[in-house]
Protein backbone atom coordinates (compact mmCIF):
# COMPACT_ATOMS: atom_id res chain seq x y z
CA UNK A 1 0.00 0.00 0.00
CA UNK A 2 1.54 3.61 -1.17
CA UNK A 3 1.83 5.84 1.68
CA UNK A 4 -0.13 8.73 0.76
CA UNK A 5 -2.59 7.77 -2.24
CA UNK A 6 -4.14 10.78 -4.72
CA UNK A 7 -6.76 10.18 -7.03
CA UNK A 8 -4.55 11.56 -9.96
CA UNK A 9 -8.05 13.36 -12.01
CA UNK A 10 -8.23 15.05 -13.97
CA UNK A 11 -11.14 16.34 -12.29
CA UNK A 12 -13.00 18.62 -15.19
CA UNK A 13 -15.63 21.05 -12.85
CA UNK A 14 -17.50 24.38 -14.02
CA UNK A 15 -16.85 27.32 -12.98
CA UNK A 16 -18.67 27.99 -10.08
CA UNK A 17 -18.55 24.66 -8.94
CA UNK A 18 -17.71 22.88 -5.91
CA UNK A 19 -14.92 20.12 -5.92
CA UNK A 20 -13.65 17.49 -3.08
CA UNK A 21 -10.97 15.36 -3.60
CA UNK A 22 -9.14 13.11 -0.38
CA UNK A 23 -5.90 11.95 -0.25
CA UNK A 24 -5.53 8.15 2.42
CA UNK A 25 -2.75 7.93 4.21
CA UNK A 26 -1.57 4.93 5.32
CA UNK A 27 0.78 5.50 8.55
CA UNK A 28 -1.92 5.88 11.53
CA UNK A 29 0.88 7.61 13.50
CA UNK A 30 1.39 11.00 11.26
CA UNK A 31 1.62 14.07 12.81
CA UNK A 32 0.59 16.34 10.40
CA UNK A 33 -0.99 17.10 7.10
CA UNK A 34 -0.81 19.62 4.66
CA UNK A 35 -2.18 21.17 0.62
CA UNK A 36 0.56 22.19 -1.51
CA UNK A 37 -0.79 23.89 -4.95
CA UNK A 38 1.26 23.68 -7.83
CA UNK A 39 0.57 25.75 -11.02
CA UNK A 40 1.31 24.28 -14.37
CA UNK A 41 5.47 24.01 -15.06
CA UNK A 42 5.99 26.13 -11.37
CA UNK A 43 6.75 24.62 -8.23
CA UNK A 44 4.65 23.59 -5.31
CA UNK A 45 3.46 25.88 -2.58
CA UNK A 46 1.79 25.55 0.63
CA UNK A 47 -1.80 25.90 -0.16
CA UNK A 48 -2.85 25.27 3.63
CA UNK A 49 -2.29 22.98 6.52
CA UNK A 50 -5.20 20.61 7.92
CA UNK A 51 -5.42 20.70 10.89
CA UNK A 52 -7.47 18.06 13.11
CA UNK A 53 -10.26 20.45 13.97
CA UNK A 54 -10.32 21.62 9.91
CA UNK A 55 -9.99 25.02 9.05
CA UNK A 56 -11.17 27.01 6.16
CA UNK A 57 -9.48 29.42 4.40
CA UNK A 58 -11.83 31.29 2.05
CA UNK A 59 -13.23 29.52 -0.48
CA UNK A 60 -11.23 26.63 0.86
CA UNK A 61 -11.98 24.12 3.43
CA UNK A 62 -9.76 21.45 4.32
CA UNK A 63 -10.72 18.37 6.87
CA UNK A 64 -8.86 15.61 8.45
CA UNK A 65 -10.20 12.25 9.54
CA UNK A 66 -7.92 10.06 11.86
CA UNK A 67 -9.90 7.74 12.21
CA UNK A 68 -10.27 7.04 8.37
CA UNK A 69 -6.92 8.09 7.72
CA UNK A 70 -7.85 10.60 5.38
CA UNK A 71 -7.71 14.03 4.79
CA UNK A 72 -10.07 16.32 2.12
CA UNK A 73 -9.94 19.42 0.37
CA UNK A 74 -13.02 21.51 -0.60
CA UNK A 75 -12.85 24.42 -3.40
CA UNK A 76 -16.35 26.28 -2.90
CA UNK A 77 -17.37 28.64 -5.90
CA UNK A 78 -14.73 27.48 -7.86
CA UNK A 79 -12.54 29.63 -10.38
CA UNK A 80 -10.52 29.23 -13.67
CA UNK A 81 -7.56 30.48 -11.47
CA UNK A 82 -8.20 26.91 -9.38
CA UNK A 83 -6.69 25.05 -12.00
CA UNK A 84 -3.84 23.44 -10.53
CA UNK A 85 -3.00 20.18 -9.10
CA UNK A 86 -3.44 19.70 -5.27
CA UNK A 87 -0.48 17.89 -3.49
CA UNK A 88 -1.76 15.86 -0.20
CA UNK A 89 1.82 16.14 2.39
CA UNK A 90 1.72 14.07 4.90
CA UNK A 91 4.28 14.10 8.08
CA UNK A 92 4.97 11.05 9.50
CA UNK A 93 7.41 12.29 11.56
CA UNK A 94 10.91 10.44 12.76
CA UNK A 95 9.40 6.87 11.82
CA UNK A 96 8.56 8.30 8.43
CA UNK A 97 12.35 7.68 8.07
CA UNK A 98 13.73 10.75 5.48
CA UNK A 99 12.52 14.05 4.68
CA UNK A 100 11.82 15.11 8.39
CA UNK A 101 9.30 12.14 8.00
CA UNK A 102 7.48 14.65 4.76
CA UNK A 103 5.71 12.54 2.47
CA UNK A 104 3.84 13.61 -0.82
CA UNK A 105 1.33 12.41 -2.56
CA UNK A 106 1.44 12.44 -6.80
CA UNK A 107 -1.15 15.12 -6.69
CA UNK A 108 -4.68 15.13 -8.33
CA UNK A 109 -5.27 17.46 -11.27
CA UNK A 110 -8.20 20.13 -11.44
CA UNK A 111 -9.01 21.74 -14.37
CA UNK A 112 -11.54 24.30 -13.88
CA UNK A 113 -13.48 24.78 -17.14
CA UNK A 114 -15.61 27.97 -18.31
CA UNK B 1 10.38 38.66 -0.91
CA UNK B 2 13.04 35.54 0.31
CA UNK B 3 12.65 32.44 -2.25
CA UNK B 4 15.07 29.37 -2.77
CA UNK B 5 17.30 30.26 -6.12
CA UNK B 6 18.03 27.60 -8.31
CA UNK B 7 20.51 27.42 -11.53
CA UNK B 8 20.54 26.84 -14.19
CA UNK B 9 16.36 27.04 -14.74
CA UNK B 10 16.66 24.71 -18.33
CA UNK B 11 19.49 22.56 -18.92
CA UNK B 12 19.94 19.85 -21.93
CA UNK B 13 22.54 17.92 -22.31
CA UNK B 14 23.67 14.40 -24.21
CA UNK B 15 24.37 11.27 -22.21
CA UNK B 16 27.10 10.52 -20.35
CA UNK B 17 28.11 14.57 -19.97
CA UNK B 18 28.33 15.94 -15.96
CA UNK B 19 25.25 18.33 -14.88
CA UNK B 20 25.85 20.04 -11.45
CA UNK B 21 22.37 21.98 -10.30
CA UNK B 22 22.97 24.67 -7.49
CA UNK B 23 20.55 25.63 -4.92
CA UNK B 24 20.74 29.18 -2.53
CA UNK B 25 18.20 28.22 0.13
CA UNK B 26 16.42 31.34 2.24
CA UNK B 27 18.73 32.67 4.34
CA UNK B 28 18.40 31.31 8.02
CA UNK B 29 16.87 27.69 6.74
CA UNK B 30 18.89 25.11 8.00
CA UNK B 31 17.09 21.73 6.53
CA UNK B 32 17.52 21.44 2.79
CA UNK B 33 15.91 18.95 0.28
CA UNK B 34 16.51 18.03 -2.89
CA UNK B 35 13.66 16.32 -5.39
CA UNK B 36 13.14 15.32 -8.52
CA UNK B 37 9.65 15.08 -10.31
CA UNK B 38 8.33 13.04 -12.75
CA UNK B 39 4.96 13.00 -14.46
CA UNK B 40 5.03 9.08 -13.62
CA UNK B 41 6.49 9.30 -10.04
CA UNK B 42 5.61 12.57 -8.65
CA UNK B 43 7.78 14.49 -6.69
CA UNK B 44 10.89 11.76 -5.02
CA UNK B 45 12.87 12.33 -2.47
CA UNK B 46 16.54 12.67 -3.64
CA UNK B 47 18.34 13.85 -0.39
CA UNK B 48 18.17 16.59 2.66
CA UNK B 49 20.36 18.05 4.72
CA UNK B 50 20.53 19.75 8.33
CA UNK B 51 22.65 22.51 9.15
CA UNK B 52 24.84 21.15 6.13
CA UNK B 53 24.90 17.62 7.53
CA UNK B 54 23.49 14.75 4.88
CA UNK B 55 20.85 13.14 6.97
CA UNK B 56 19.45 10.90 4.30
CA UNK B 57 20.05 10.03 0.33
CA UNK B 58 18.34 7.07 0.34
CA UNK B 59 16.35 8.27 -2.98
CA UNK B 60 19.64 9.10 -4.66
CA UNK B 61 21.31 6.41 -7.02
CA UNK B 62 24.85 6.38 -5.64
CA UNK B 63 26.50 5.51 -8.63
CA UNK B 64 26.09 8.71 -10.39
CA UNK B 65 24.36 11.08 -8.20
CA UNK B 66 25.87 12.82 -5.03
CA UNK B 67 24.55 16.08 -3.38
CA UNK B 68 26.90 18.75 -1.64
CA UNK B 69 26.14 21.16 0.67
CA UNK B 70 29.58 23.37 0.91
CA UNK B 71 28.70 25.77 2.80
CA UNK B 72 25.20 27.25 4.75
CA UNK B 73 23.61 29.24 1.14
CA UNK B 74 24.85 26.77 -1.41
CA UNK B 75 23.63 22.80 -2.23
CA UNK B 76 24.17 21.09 -4.80
CA UNK B 77 23.36 18.08 -7.16
CA UNK B 78 26.00 16.25 -9.65
CA UNK B 79 24.95 13.47 -11.92
CA UNK B 80 27.78 12.05 -13.48
CA UNK B 81 27.56 10.32 -15.75
CA UNK B 82 23.99 11.61 -16.73
CA UNK B 83 21.67 9.54 -18.69
CA UNK B 84 18.18 9.95 -20.54
CA UNK B 85 15.90 8.70 -17.46
CA UNK B 86 17.44 11.07 -15.26
CA UNK B 87 15.38 13.68 -17.58
CA UNK B 88 12.94 15.63 -14.92
CA UNK B 89 12.39 18.40 -13.07
CA UNK B 90 14.89 19.19 -10.09
CA UNK B 91 13.39 20.81 -7.17
CA UNK B 92 15.77 22.30 -4.20
CA UNK B 93 13.40 23.35 -0.48
CA UNK B 94 14.45 24.23 2.48
CA UNK B 95 12.84 25.48 5.82
CA UNK B 96 13.52 26.60 8.92
CA UNK B 97 11.96 24.35 11.40
CA UNK B 98 12.58 20.54 11.85
CA UNK B 99 9.58 18.08 12.52
CA UNK B 100 5.87 18.58 12.05
CA UNK B 101 6.15 22.34 11.56
CA UNK B 102 7.88 24.42 9.38
CA UNK B 103 6.32 25.32 5.64
CA UNK B 104 8.61 24.02 2.67
CA UNK B 105 9.63 26.73 0.18
CA UNK B 106 10.48 25.39 -3.14
CA UNK B 107 12.68 26.84 -5.77
CA UNK B 108 11.37 27.20 -9.21
CA UNK B 109 13.31 24.39 -10.31
CA UNK B 110 15.55 22.98 -12.92
CA UNK B 111 14.17 21.53 -16.11
CA UNK B 112 17.06 18.74 -16.75
CA UNK B 113 16.86 17.10 -20.49
CA UNK B 114 19.58 14.57 -21.50
CA UNK B 115 19.50 13.23 -24.86
Known amino acids: RKEVEQDPGPFNVPEGATVAFNCTYSNSASQSFFWYRQDCRKEPKLLMS???SGNEDGRFTAQLNRASQYISLLIRDSKLSDSATYLCVVNMGWEGGGADGLTFGKGTHLIIQP | DARVTQTPRHKVTEMGQEVTMRCQPILGHNTVFWYRQTMMQGLELLAYFRNRAPLDDSGMPKDRFSAEMPDATLATLKIQPSEPRDSAVYFCASRRLAGATGELFFGEGSRLTVL
Open chain 1, 50 to 52: VYS
